[in-house]
């Protein structure tokens, strides 16, 4: 089988894996070059958390992302990826505390049941780096990251032949099986996208185990750990398709926000300010969809990594679907 994949950002690349490893001759194409990647994966915290997102997010999110977290472990392992499913934290200062109050009942009866409260001791003995610094917090234990550049980079040999600055029409590719999976650079109608800004620092004062959110009324400030001491920071969500840098008053806000977390922030080294465009339709669902004999995989918002695994699965199962058919009717 020869598969056709316009797009080598997260889905393109995983999509790939699963179907060369499955014996299909893969070849992808991506419009950005390879040292200047445009795909939000590359930009992305990429924190495996379906109940933080339960409050924002339709209930098939929620589904999908806790059986991610089922597939992860075993797909990252294979691919010698670093993650962590160790939970995840959220904190506020006192003023700020009705703010966790109001989080969890929005969390619904199963995210609720898997909530756990903890005073200040229960997050110092958590995160030894917070402690003192919070007397109530969120335990959501069955919540994680993954390290979404070394995901990345360990598909990339294993997911097909990528054509870098290659950018073109599915509909004009000819194979088995044609995927669209560029994102934001589909141009689909009802398609926008979300703009989201991070920052990547080295804190090596500030050492963590897993996600915390801070929570702001303006926004929940979030710090991802990565390996060496790396923590990719983040909140902003704007409606934007703009790939423009990140501005003076983002980078103010979430720096400031980083020091009001922990004082250590202020002498992190800033790796990189990261912009990336989310792709999302009207009600921020994944949709897979065959058009003209393409089958599209877009829409997937701010949730890529969390439900990515659940997602090839249906366009897998889709792709076999179509081609035992065909098989069948050419026999």
Not at 197 to 223: G, K, S, T
Not at 257 to 284: Q, S
Request: glycine share 12%; aromatic share 6%.
């Amino acid at each position: 089988m020869r598969v056709e994949i316009a797009g080598a950002g997260l889905m393109g690349r995983m999509i790939g894996w699963r179907l060369a490893e499955g014996g299909a001759d893969v070849t992808l194409h991506e419009r950005a070059s390879r040292e200047a990647p445009e795909s939000a994966a590359h930009a992305a915290a990429a924190m495996l958390a379906p109940v933080s997102e339960y409050p924002d997010a339709d209930p098939a999110v929620f589904e999908m992302g806790k059986r991610s977290l089922e597939l992860w472990p075993p797909l990252l392992d294979a691919l010698d990826v670093p993650y962590s499913i160790d939970g995840s934290l959220l904190v506020a200062h006192g003023p700020d505390g009705p703010l966790l109050d109001k989080f969890h009942r929005s969390l619904g009866v199963e995210g609720a049941t898997e909530a756990r409260w903890l005073d200040g001791d229960g997050i110092g003995a958590l995160e030894p780096a917070l402690a003192g610094r919070f007397q109530r917090g969120l335990y959501l234990p069955n919540e994680g990251w993954l390290d979404n550049r070394a995901l990345l980079d360990a598909l990339e040999p294993r997911c097909g032949e990528i054509r870098y600055r290659d950018a073109v029409d599915p509909h004009g590719l000819r194979a088995d099986i044609v995927i669209d999976c560029r994102g934001v650079g589909a141009g689909l109608e009802g398609l926008r996208g979300v703009r989201g800004e991070a920052i990547r620092v080295r804190a090596p004062e500030v050492e963590l185990a897993r996600p915390v959110r801070l929570m702001h009324p303006r926004y929940q400030l979030y710090a991802a750990p990565r390996p060496g001491g790396e923590v990719v920071i983040g909140a902003t969500q704007i409606e934007s398709g703009s790939l423009q840098g990140v501005t003076v008053r983002s980078a103010l806000e979430l720096l400031s926000a980083a020091f009001a977390l922990h004082a250590g922030f202020a002498e992190a080294e800033i790796l990189e300010l990261c912009v990336g465009l989310r792709p999302a339709f009207e009600d921020n669902l994944p949709r897979i969809e065959w058009h003209g004999g393409v089958l599209r995989v877009n829409g997937l918002y701010r949730h890529g990594f969390l439900i990515a695994p659940a997602l090839v699965e249906h366009v897998v199962a889709e792709i076999e679907k179509i081609w035992t058919s065909s098989a069948t009717a050419t026999g």
